[in-house]
């Protein structure tokens, strides 16, 4: 797999390191020049060129890199050269996510993993460590600028082109919500003699099912793979009508985690596997923590899979589910509860939405509709203006065409002056 060319970050470091060293060296010098040889501590910072505070500290006991990294150092070098080459291969896969998704919980928990693997795990790492870290690995940037996706869509073609990878084998990712048997908008009007109380519901108590959807950029789909809220599967959950090789599994909160997002790549890997097992697949995620860590990437690598990980605040935008898909699956959600309200279905449980989830995707998640969302997102034809077009002007944020033109100063306003005779009296 040939590798993406990242920024050249290692490359910055090494020089760093260099720079350290050489001071270092001129530091001793220096030191030696006032104990043997009697010079002043200001004339020996002069001759050799280095800090005098520093060349004072080091008189008085203070200790050297060579020794402990710094005083206020966690890492040696090498380990900070291995660290900062880990978010080197976090940018050659995802760029632009990269910059803003390496929280400091990753950058804390890549630490920890390095010091545990040299016999330093006692060493301890902060968030006000992993926050002056961040400072001096990147710059912020405002997220949903137009530069930022650009330059997003310019690498994900890239990668396309240069690993010749064909639409069957581009595929989106991504987990959606439904809250079971709440109805968002309508009446239903009950004409059953056997109910006798009426009982009012909270919406918020019900159980929130999420299933986890994949879809290529050729328009296929993979079996859902559904997180139910609970410790245990029951039987009554595992007798359904889902599709052959569909996916059950628990969480206390009915929501996924790292361990969960590591189940979801294996039941996605197992279902899209190519026929040639040489072909590479390209997998768009959004830049949800889970698909940030080292086991998730180590999975891709194994699988000869690409992770491509997509600018914060962005998705909304350019993730193929969320463009055109997860509305039409809620829509359909909601027509598939009245339809057992119909049919005399009082407690609509999870059990009825397992049952009714092969109808949804059926109905939502047809070829034509997601090829439809590829286009949409703009990945698929390759069409960034048709995103970018969407984005605010960044010198005002109105988008529409009139109300900047009736600005006052606008060059719309201005190069069509009305006449006299144009004006209103």
């Known amino acids: 797999m040939a590798p993406i060319n990242p920024p050249d970050y290692c490359a910055r470091f090494n020089?760093?390191?260099?720079?350290?060293?050489?001071?270092?060296?001129?530091?001793k010098r220096a030191d030696e020049d006032v104990k043997t040889g009697g010079s002043k501590v200001s004339q020996a910072a002069r001759d050799w060129k280095v800090s005098r505070y520093k060349l004072r500290t080091r008189l008085k006991g203070g200790h050297s890199r060579e020794e402990n990294g710094g005083n206020r150092t966690k890492l040696t070098s090498i380990e900070k050269l291995t660290l900062f080459a880990w978010i080197s291969t976090q940018l050659s896969i995802g760029l632009l996510a990269a910059f803003k998704s390496l929280t400091t919980t990753l950058l804390i928990d890549a630490a920890s993993k390095i010091l545990t693997a040299n016999g330093r795990a006692y060493v301890q790492t902060s968030r006000r460590w992993a926050k002056r870290t961040k400072s001096k690995a990147w710059v912020r940037k405002q997220a949903q600028r137009k530069d930022d996706l650009r330059r997003m869509f310019t690498v994900y073609r890239g990668v396309k082109r240069r690993e010749r990878?064909?639409?069957?084998?581009?595929w989106n990712g991504d987990g959606?919500?439904?809250?079971v048997g709440v109805v968002e908008s309508g009446q239903v009007v009950w004409t059953y003699t056997d109910i006798t109380v009426v009982e009012s519901t909270n919406p918020e108590l019900r159980d929130l099912v999420t299933v986890i959807e994949a879809i290529s950029a050729a328009g296929h789909k993979v079996p859902p793979f559904s997180i139910l809220p609970g410790q245990l599967l029951k039987v009554k959950h595992i007798d359904n009508t889902l599709d052959d090789g569909s996916s059950l599994t628990t969480s206390p909160s009915g929501y996924t985690d790292d361990q969960i997002a590591l189940e979801w790549f294996d039941h996605w890997e197992r279902n899209s596997r190519p026929f040639n097992r040489e072909e590479e697949r390209l997998l768009v995620l959004d830049n949800h923590g889970s698909h940030c860590t080292i086991e998730f990437f180590q999975r891709c690598v194994t699988?000869?899979?690409i992770l491509f990980l997509l600018p914060p605040h962005t998705t909304h935008l350019v993730?193929?589910?969320?463009?055109?898909i997860f509305q039409i699956c809620k829509h359909v959600h909601q027509q598939h509860i009245l339809k057992q309200v119909n049919y005399g279905v009082v407690d609509y449980g999870k059990e009825n939405f397992l049952d009714g989830l092969r109808y949804i995707r059926e109905k939502a998640m047809t070829k034509n509709n997601n090829e439809s969302a590829?286009?949409?997102?703009?990945?698929?034809?390759?069409?960034?203006?048709?995103?970018?077009?969407?984005?605010?002007d960044p010198l005002t944020s109105a988008i529409c065409d009139d109300v900047i033109r009736n600005k006052p100063g606008s060059i719309a306003s201005e190069a069509d002056p009305e006449t006299p005779s144009r004006q209103r009296r």
């Open 15 to 27: 020089e760093l390191v260099d720079s350290l060293e050489e001071e270092e060296d001129r530091l």
């Open 374 to 392: 590829w286009r949409k997102s703009g990945l698929s034809p390759w069409d960034p203006d048709l995103v970018i077009s969407k984005l605010p």
């Open 176 to 179: 959606t919500g439904y809250r």
């Open 303 to 305: 699988a000869n899979v």
């Open 319 to 324: 993730k193929p589910l969320d463009v055109g």
């Open 165 to 170: 990878i064909t639409p069957d084998n581009v």
